[in-house]
């Protein structure tokens, strides 16, 4: 084992190595956080755009609805419209 000035460089390189590791470890940590976060934000955007499918198509179905009565009642008035013109 080697002493004095020498160990204590030995001591300050595993030293270093270990804080390098640990830093390392960290960052890998926060990146598969980072990673298992992202993750359930599209889990959660997924199921909310499953969720507002249905209303979606139900709003939709409403004004396909409402133009066909619009549609009926413009048809309906200009029927009227004509009948009224003497000939």
Known sequence: MPTGVGANAI???????AAAAA????????AAKA???MLLHLQQQNLLACLHQ???QQQQQQQQHQQHQQQ?????????QQQQIPK
């Open 54 to 56: 249905p209303y979606q």
């Open 35 to 37: 990673a298992w976060m």
């Open 72 to 80: 009926r009642q413009q048809q309906q008035q200009q029927q009227q």
């Open 11 to 17: 001591d300050a390189v595993a030293a270093a190595a």
């Open 23 to 30: 830093a390392v470890a960290a960052a890998a940590a926060t």
